[in-house]
């Protein structure tokens, strides 16, 4: 049962969180596990053993769904699967995500389309697939992660800031649709995490350095940094938010 008096509580409710087998998806699934809600996992390798120990060791329940997120053909039954496995679908939050750091002008149409497929057409079709389902019970919480890339340029990652700043602007879009129904859309823009997809920033000296310089709290960001956020943006807490940009960032935007 969940706690009324609680608006963090989210005893009952069922979030399918993608990319949850690592770094910032299992960070985000073990936040709301600890908040009272069963977890459905997507990841494109089905390694999620680790999340989902993790997740029952919560007391929760965790469902592992394997699935190609670039492959649109795919996304229908991951939100199927999602309620034949759980019951129900109470919140979302698309994570997935890849990042390929090429020069503008050397940037291959393979990259270019690698990325948009999983970073923008993933996120777009899967909003839409789990609103109509979330409109069905008039209650949903969809939460994107976007990036400080929705807000700036970049270096090397053109088609990963165009994916970003799309995220940004799809959430608001789908919020202005879907408020009246129940539905609150938001997005949570991490600044600097250590994860995989910095590695290579964060192996060069002088690249670490210049990005530590201008994070006010002086460190990357961690997967934990993100639990107590989407917390927030996945309760009744937020109930009156909607297409907004959460940064959590130690700082970075305020420079």
């Given at each position: 049962?969940?706690?009324?008096?609680?608006?963090f509580?989210?005893?009952?409710?069922?979030?399918?969180?993608?990319?949850?087998?690592?770094?910032?998806?299992?960070?985000?699934?073990?936040?709301?596990?600890?908040?009272?809600?069963?977890?459905?996992?997507?990841?494109?390798s089905?390694?999620?053993?680790?999340?989902q120990?993790?997740?029952?060791?919560?007391?929760?329940?965790?469902?592992?769904?394997?699935?190609?997120?670039?492959?649109?053909?795919?996304?229908?039954?991951v939100?199927?699967?999602?309620?034949?496995?759980?019951?129900?679908l109470?919140?979302?939050?698309?994570?997935?995500?890849?990042?390929?750091?090429?020069?503008?002008?050397?940037?291959?149409?393979?990259?270019w389309?690698?990325?948009?497929?999983?970073?923008?057409?993933?996120?777009?079709?899967?909003?839409q697939?789990?609103?109509?389902?979330?409109v069905?019970?008039?209650?949903?919480?969809?939460?994107?992660?976007?990036?400080?890339?929705s807000?700036?340029?970049?270096?090397?990652?053109?088609?990963y800031?165009?994916?970003?700043?799309?995220?940004?602007?799809?959430?608001?879009?789908?919020?202005?649709?879907?408020?009246s129904?129940?539905?609150?859309?938001?997005?949570?823009?991490?600044?600097?995490?250590?994860?995989d997809?910095?590695?290579?920033?964060r192996k060069?000296?002088?690249?670490?350095?210049?990005i530590?310089e201008?994070?006010?709290?002086?460190?990357?960001?961690?997967?934990?940094?993100?639990?107590?956020?989407?917390?927030?943006?996945?309760?009744s807490?937020?109930?009156?938010?909607?297409?907004?940009?959460?940064?959590?960032?130690?700082?970075?935007?305020?420079?």
């Amino acid at each position: 049962m969940s706690n009324p008096g609680n608006p963090f509580d989210l005893t009952g409710k069922v979030a399918l969180v993608t990319g949850a087998g690592v770094g910032l998806g299992q960070g985000l699934a073990v936040g709301l596990a600890r908040a009272g809600a069963d977890i459905v996992g997507v990841s494109s390798s089905g390694r999620t053993a680790e999340t989902q120990a993790i997740v029952e060791g919560l007391g929760r329940k965790f469902y592992g769904i394997k699935a190609n997120l670039a492959n649109e053909a795919e996304l229908p039954g991951v939100i199927s699967s999602t309620i034949e496995l759980a019951g129900r679908l109470d919140i979302l939050v698309n994570n997935s995500g890849i990042i390929r750091r090429t020069p503008a002008i050397d940037h291959s149409a393979q990259d270019w389309h690698d990325v948009l497929d999983l970073n923008l057409n993933a996120v777009f079709f899967l909003c839409q697939l789990a609103a109509r389902e979330m409109v069905k019970q008039g209650y949903g919480k969809i939460i994107n992660i976007a990036s400080m890339l929705s807000f700036q340029g970049g270096i090397n990652v053109p088609g990963y800031t165009a994916s970003k700043h799309a995220v940004a602007g799809l959430t608001k879009a789908f919020a202005n649709e879907w408020a009246s129904k129940g539905i609150n859309v938001n997005a949570i823009a991490p600044g600097y995490m250590a994860t995989d997809n910095t590695e290579a920033l964060r192996k060069d000296p002088e690249r670490s350095r210049s990005i530590l310089e201008r994070i006010p709290q002086g460190r990357w960001g961690t997967p934990e940094d993100l639990a107590g956020p989407v917390v927030f943006l996945a309760s009744s807490a937020s109930d009156y938010m909607n297409g907004h940009i959460l940064c959590v960032d130690g700082g970075w935007m305020a420079r």
